[in-house]
Each structure stands twice: as C-alpha cells, then as structure tokens.
C-alpha cells in the first residue's frame, strides 16, 4: 500500500498504475482506486458493472480496478468469473464479482 485509507472494512486488492486499488463489502461492493493519502483522492464505484462502463468511457483509475481485481490473491483463491480468451477478449459475471466480496 502506499496511501493511508481510513476505512478499516476494505480489502487491499493490490497497488496498480500508482494507485492502491481496495473493495469495501457493501452492497454493493464499492471498487476504489487511492490515488493519494488525502481524505477525497479517491474514486469509488457501486458494483463492478460500473467499474466496467467507466473503462468502456476511457477512465484510467477503474482499468487498475478491474487490472486488480482480476490479478488479486483473494480473486485467485476462488473460481473467478473473470475468464480471458485471447482471441475474442475478457468475460465478465458482474454479479459474481460482487458476490465473491460482499461481507
């Protein structure tokens, strides 16, 4: 980690393009990207399908969100519903994402 985050309930998912990436279990989940240890340098998403349509618009923090998510301990000790096909690109189950990290 490399910024402070004041929320003792989010899970670390890994630091990635400079930001720390963390999920919070509500429900939904929040995805949040640390870009600093400043209260508000942060972005937070509700549920991964709006982590997904951000990267579809061209937001930089909510790729090391899913970048994260994909590539993180805690994804990879659970069947994943992130699933990569080389040839036709990567598959998401939204709703299994937010259900692997809800408390």
Same mark, same amino acid.
Request: proline fraction near 7%; aromatic fraction near 10%; include cysteine.
């Given at each position: #980690?490399?910024?402070?985050?004041?929320? %003792? *309930?989010?899970?670390?998912? @890994?630091? &990635? /393009? !400079?930001? /720390?990436?963390? $999920?919070? =279990?509500?429900? =939904?989940?929040? &995805?949040?990207?640390?870009?600093?240890?400043?209260?508000?340098?942060?972005v937070s998403y509700r @549920? &991964?399908?709006?982590?997904?349509? *951000?990267?579809?618009? @061209? *937001?930089?923090?909510?790729?090391?969100? $899913?970048?994260?998510?994909?590539?993180? %301990?805690? #994804? #990879?000790e659970r069947d994943s519903?992130?699933?990569? +096909?080389? +040839?036709? !690109?990567? &598959?998401? %189950?939204?709703?299994? $994402? +937010?259900l692997l990290f809800l408390?």
């Open positions: #980690m490399l910024y402070e985050h004041d929320c %003792d *309930s989010c899970l670390f998912l @890994g630091l &990635f /393009d !400079g930001a /720390d990436i963390y $999920v919070c =279990p509500q429900t =939904p989940p929040r &995805f949040i990207a640390r870009n600093s240890s400043e209260p508000p340098d942060y @549920g &991964f399908r709006a982590v997904l349509h *951000s990267v579809l618009v @061209g *937001s930089s923090e909510s790729s090391a969100i $899913v970048h994260a998510v994909a590539h993180s %301990d805690y #994804m #990879m519903p992130i699933a990569v +096909d080389c +040839d036709r !690109g990567i &598959f998401v %189950d939204c709703d299994a $994402v +937010d408390a």
